[in-house]
């Protein structure tokens, strides 16, 4: 009776291709591109020729299809990588990846640039180099119980202390550009700092985390920068655009920081890498890696960290890393179990990579755990934070969208 009750809720949550296609008004074709997106989850049906398809993705896509582009249903769509919201200067994203300021993240990564260097084009810094001071330092008496309490989770460590990190600069709230990009620089370091338990060290942030996780690797020391530069900002996420809102009020740079990491905490955003890496974790402790993730396919589970819905044909992000780590780790046996998770799961439902399971396979083919992988998008995505918050302020202007109320009709007064 139970298993019975299990099937049926299952063929209510999915639908067959002919549904799929008629709800949405498309051809098997359009259908079949969806999937390969990353818009619709697709499964194995009863009969292994056939695939269904997840109700609630065809029902989303309807929906967005009946709302069409009338400018109200438009903006409040538009919050879920719909249109767009507001214009920005520092990052764009194409098929081959996101550009700082027309400058692909993929090929600064490849050509060796350090995680200042992108931060630098990010900021629109010019001949004026914010990353000229690296005085490295004790924390104050304030923030050193916090900053040194290895007991902390590293981000709740971080939101923790930032705050106070504001007490000691004085001039949050100057005016002047190049101070602000000295106070951002400043943070930048103190963010990593706090992250991974140490002291600001006078030294490149790639180098003070792989010197904390993995000294004297200088491969490792290499890949952990191009992640860092790959995944320091993509356009108007989740946690750019909630510190770009606080910075629209006027707050110091400290607070943009925290509210970034603030949305970066939830689990499906800054969260995605920690799922990555226990995917990783459970397909390895399987007596099969294909056994496993074929029973989470069969049961309809999601495979995190796969598939991108702004990278039709794959992160290019991931892709790049994923190269690397190949000659980082070219006899790792951990590196075999990634590479057989990404291949099986290619052959499940097409989908490759994204930049959260490198991430996490960073993290796993060097004996790390997920904390590493989420402390690694922590500490890079504050450049892109920053990035918005210094816009934004240099533009001025409040953000306060408008909602549409959906709620009980008002009453009548008696």
């Known amino acids: 009776m139970i298993d019975s009750i299990n099937i049926s809720s299952m063929h209510d949550d999915y639908l067959s291709a002919g549904e799929a296609t008629r709800r949405l008004g498309i051809s098997a074709a359009t259908l079949y591109a969806y999937v390969s997106r990353g818009l619709v989850e697709s499964r194995p049906g009863d009969d292994p020729r056939s695939r269904l398809y997840r109700r609630r993705d065809i029902e989303r896509l309807a929906e967005r299809k009946r709302s069409g582009r009338g400018a109200a249903r438009g903006a409040a769509q538009s919050l879920d990588r719909g249109l767009p919201v507001l214009e920005t200067r520092i990052s764009l994203i194409r098929p081959d990846g996101p550009y700082y300021r027309g400058h692909s993240a993929v090929a600064l990564a490849r050509a060796g640039a350090s995680f200042e260097d992108a931060t630098r084009i990010l900021w ?20 050193a119980s916090i900053a040194g309490n290895a007991r902390l989770p590293p981000l709740e460590r ?16 100057d005016a002047a550009m190049p101070m602000r990009r000295a106070i951002a620089a400043r943070l930048l370091r103190q963010n ?84 990555a890496h226990a995917l ?115 533009q001025g202007g409040f953000i306060r969208p408008r909602a549409r109320y959906a709620g009980e009709a008002v009453k009548a007064e008696p």
């Open 158 to 173: 971080t939101l923790a202390a930032m705050p106070l990190l504001a007490l000691d600069a004085r001039h949050s709230f």
């Open 124 to 143: 629109d810094c010019g001949p004026n180099d914010p990353f000229t001071d690296l005085r490295a330092g004790p924390w104050s008496a304030h923030v």
């Open 192 to 275: 990593a700092a706090l992250l991974l338990g140490v002291e600001v060290e006078a030294r490149a942030v790639h180098a003070t985390i792989a010197r904390a996780w993995r000294p004297r690797d200088a491969l490792f020391a290499d890949l952990v920068r191009a992640a860092l530069v790959v995944a320091a900002d993509h356009e108007l996420n989740v946690s750019a655009f909630a510190a770009r809102v606080v910075a629209s009020t006027g707050a110091h740079l400290h607070a943009t920081v925290c509210t970034g990491l603030a949305a970066l905490s939830g689990p499906r955003h800054g969260g995605a890498t920690a799922r």
């Open 280 to 394: 990783i974790a459970d397909a390895v402790a399987g007596d099969s890696i294909a056994a496993v993730l074929d029973a989470r396919w069969r049961r309809g589970d999601d495979l995190p960290g796969f598939g991108h819905a702004l990278y039709a044909d794959g992160d290019p992000r991931a892709a790049m890393l994923l190269a690397m780590l190949r000659d980082a780790r070219p006899r790792s046996r951990a590196l075999a179990q990634v590479e057989a998770i990404v291949t099986h799961v290619e052959s499940l439902n097409g989908q490759r990579p994204n930049i959260d399971f490198l991430l996490a396979a960073i993290a796993w083919t060097h004996a790390l755990g997920p904390a590493h992988a989420l402390v690694l998008f922590a500490a890079s995505r504050v450049a892109g934070w920053l990035a918005h918050a210094l816009e934004q302020q240099e």
